[in-house]
């Protein structure tokens, strides 16, 4: 079973560093001790109007940042260059406070991040910083406010020539814009378009990647490397056609090698859940 050259590049190509976890699979990624150094109080602010919204957002951010505790998706990619990749940002209870979702969307070249920010598990501001290929000298944010039911209540936006420009010009309103968090949700939990079935196995100078997705054609993948010595894989290894299409559970993380190369590394794998 081979996969692209191109698939492959793509692949190993990331936007984050993090450690990856998988929110249906493992436990989210931190350090007790130095977690416990930087932990820092988040404020849960009345949303009542557009200061406030934005307040909460900020105190998500810093409390993000301080403490560091995050659950991801694999990055996935289909032959199109279309590229996902999910980060949920986790409280004490393992609640989701912040989802940040970096996406390149194909056919309208749009390129960039969404952040959904959410609040007794209910989102209250998306912030969208984005630019299109096509046009790498346009970049846009977009922010909307929403009321606990889901409605948009407003959305404004802006237009610079680069992210550091796009903060010395004022926000205009717009027409009301909903940022559908569902994909996200897909993305992260592994379902549907994201579902991990085993799709082969692709070589390189940098070593060997188990490539996993959805079946069929115009699919979003993942690759990930392996280690040829791991007993699950030699067993997949001896008959592809076999397991081909089948459901695969993963444990994995995210490596960044002094050269600059970021890849996945596949840490344990199971036909049954863990």
């Known amino acids: 079973m081979q996969v692209s050259k191109r698939k492959f590049v793509f692949y190993v190509v990331s936007l984050s ?61 289909k032959e199109n260059d279309a590229f996902i990749h999910v980060d949920a940002h986790l409280d004490d209870n393992d609640k989701i406070l912040l989802i940040e979702e970096q996406f390149q969307e194909p056919f309208d070249g749009e390129i960039g991040v969404r952040k959904y920010y959410l609040q007794k598990g209910k989102i209250f501001k998306t912030r969208e910083v984005f630019h299109n290929s096509k ?18 209540l407003k959305t404004k936006e802006r237009t610079g020539s680069s992210e550091i420009i796009l903060e010395k010009i004022p926000f205009n309103a717009v027409p009301k814009f909903v940022c559908n968090v569902d994909r996200a949700m897909r993305a992260l939990n592994q379902e549907k378009e994201f579902r991990i079935t085993f799709q082969g196995f692709v070589k390189s100078k940098d070593g060997e990647f188990i490539v996993v997705g959805e079946p069929g054609e115009d699919t979003y993948t993942s690759a990930l490397k392996i280690d040829p010595k791991d007993s699950f894989i030699q067993e997949i290894q001896k008959d592809q056609l076999k397991y081909l299409n089948g459901t695969i559970y993963l444990q994995y993380e995210k490596i960044r090698e002094a050269s600059g190369l970021t890849y996945q590394r596949l840490l344990k794998a199971s036909w049954e859940k863990f």
Do not use: M, W
């Not at 998500?60 to 505790?69: E, M, N, Q, R, T």
């Not at 046009?135 to 948009?152: D, H, K, L, M």
């Open 17 to 77: 560093v993090l450690f990856l976890t998988i929110v249906s699979a493992c436990k989210p990624n931190q350090d007790d001790k130095s977690v416990s150094k930087r932990k820092k109080a988040l404020i849960v602010h009345h949303l009542k109007d557009e200061e406030s919204f934005d307040k909460q957002a900020s105190e998500i951010d810093s409390f993000v940042l301080a403490y560091g505790k995050v659950a991801s998706s694999l990055d996935y990619t």
């Open 135 to 152: 046009n790498a000298q346009t970049f846009i944010e977009r922010i909307s406010y929403y009321a606990p039911n889901g409605e948009c």
